[in-house]
């Protein structure tokens, strides 16, 4: 878990706002903190009551990666007959990564990519 903010990968200046900022639409949210680089337009939620980041900053595109890996996984645990740990076990197996760097927060955009093909290759053969 960060203790500090969330570094900008092309290095600019981020801030702590709130999540009226990031989702006008979304109230449910207003009260919520976000770590925000402007420039960028990357931001990432912080763990409920505090200023520590889920994960690394996501510009536009990681935000659409992490979407469609989601879309991907989800099913695997939601319909798929496993639990959510299970599934997050053969991911990490699948991705070669340790269980604790299984995280969709904390991944590359590489990475994000490989969720979308492995789930979709292992829901292509039930």
Same mark, same amino acid.
């Given at each position: 878990?960060?203790? @500090?903010? !969330?570094?900008? *990968?092309?290095?600019?200046? $981020? ?8 989702? !006008?639409?979304?109230?449910? /949210?207003? =009260? #919520? =903190? ?7 337009? +990357?931001?990432? %939620?912080?763990? !409920?009551?505090?200023?520590? &980041? ?12 992490? @979407? ?7 099913? /695997? ?7 959510? &740990? ?11 990564? #340790? !269980?604790?760097?299984?995280?969709? %927060? *904390?991944? &590359? ?7 979308? *093909? $492995?789930?979709?290759?292992? +829901? +292509?053969?039930?």
């Amino acid at each position: 878990m960060r203790t @500090q903010p !969330p570094e900008c *990968e092309h290095g600019h200046k $981020v801030i702590l706002v709130q999540g009226d900022r990031i989702y !006008p639409h979304r109230p449910d /949210l207003f =009260n #919520k =903190n976000f770590w925000l680089c402007e420039r960028c337009d +990357s931001y990432v %939620g912080c763990h !409920p009551g505090t200023t520590v &980041s889920l994960g690394r900053l996501a510009d536009p595109q990681t935000r659409r990666l992490k @979407q469609k890996a989601h879309e991907a996984f989800d099913p /695997l645990w939601l319909r798929g007959g496993m639990t959510r &740990s299970r599934a997050y076990a053969w991911l990490a197996k699948e991705l070669g990564l #340790k !269980p604790s760097q299984c995280h969709m %927060g *904390e991944m &590359s955009d590489d990475n994000l990519r490989r969720v979308v *093909e $492995v789930c979709r290759a292992k +829901s +292509s053969r039930k």
